[in-house]
């Protein structure tokens, strides 16, 4: 099919909380340098309530900064071998192959599946993740290395509403970060249209990007630990911030995975449905 086919479907994730029970810091750097996790993102917070700062950049600074005083390495490759600590919910790593079989047996093939991680995490953390290679792309917050392949400084801070512009990338099909999404693209000649997307998150950190995807006919769903507070997803749906929530089980035939199969057998049919449309014309 042509580019402009609109036949792409992308489900698109937050991490933490979403596809991981904590923090990815909390596996990886925080046990390295020996700092309890309820602390550090404690001082973080006043830090940033101190400084006037933002808490995404602060984070950053402060976990160098101790990492720098604790003497732990702290290069790109340092993060990419801490990332494989860091877990999943039930079912993460089978969810990709099951998803797509999916889309592919209810198109008949005709419809492509991509996933992708938009998360204020690091990037340099989750290419070091054993399900990294599943996604087409990872927009992730990242460091500045200097020549020595040592971390400075935040290069590149994704926050709860700067997350919407990398949906707008998705979306126009501008994945190429060093390219500006700013100009007019005709709806027609975007790729990956909102009516074909589904983002996955886990809280209030997502609610823009829930509300940017929803607002243009695409899915939000919510997730929470499996066993625990569901409340917040609860105030999500009542928000009609996400379409429905269900706990973070990713294994077959769990809510999660029928309630998300359900959604897209809708975003399937309306593609053929287009498809076929598009021969009358």
Not at 36 to 59: Q, R, S
Not at 95 to 112: C, K, L, P, Q
Not at 215 to 220: K, L, R, T
Request: aromatic share 10%; net charge negative.
């Amino acid at each position: 099919m042509p580019q402009n086919s609109k036949n792409i479907i992308a489900l698109i994730y937050d991490f933490d909380g979403t596809l991981s029970p904590q923090p990815m810091q909390e596996y990886t750097v925080l046990p390295e340098i020996g700092v309890e996790p309820a602390k550090f993102w404690a001082d973080v917070g006043k830090e940033t309530l101190e400084t006037g700062g933002e808490d995404i950049i602060t984070y950053m600074r402060m976990m160098y900064e101790r990492a720098d005083a604790a003497k732990v390495p702290f290069t790109r490759d340092d993060l990419k071998e801490m990332g494989h600590n860091v877990p999943y919910f039930k079912g993460v790593e089978s969810w990709f192959d099951r998803i797509d079989a999916h889309i592919a047996n209810g198109s008949d093939g005709s419809v492509e599946t991509r996933h992708y991680i938009i998360s204020s995490g690091l990037k340099e953390i989750l290419e070091g993740v054993s399900i990294y290679e599943r996604f087409h792309n990872v927009f992730a917050s990242e460091y500045y290395f200097d020549h020595y392949g040592h971390a400075r400084y935040p290069n590149r801070v994704i926050t709860d509403t700067t997350k919407t512009q990398y949906l707008f990338r998705i979306n126009k099909g501008i994945e190429d970060l060093s390219k500006n999404i700013n100009s007019h693209m005709p709806e027609r000649l975007r790729p990956i249209p909102f009516e074909n997307m589904i983002y996955f998150g886990d809280g209030l950190t997502d609610v823009p990007s829930m509300a940017v995807t929803r607002a243009n006919g695409g899915y939000s769903v919510a997730v929470h630990a499996p066993r625990k507070d569901k409340s917040a997803c609860q105030t999500l749906l009542k928000e009609n911030r996400c379409d429905f929530y269900a706990a973070a089980d990713f294994r077959e035939q769990s809510d999660l995975d029928r309630r998300t199969k359900l959604v897209l057998n809708k975003v399937i049919a309306n593609i053929l449905l287009q498809k076929e449309l598009a021969t009358l014309k």
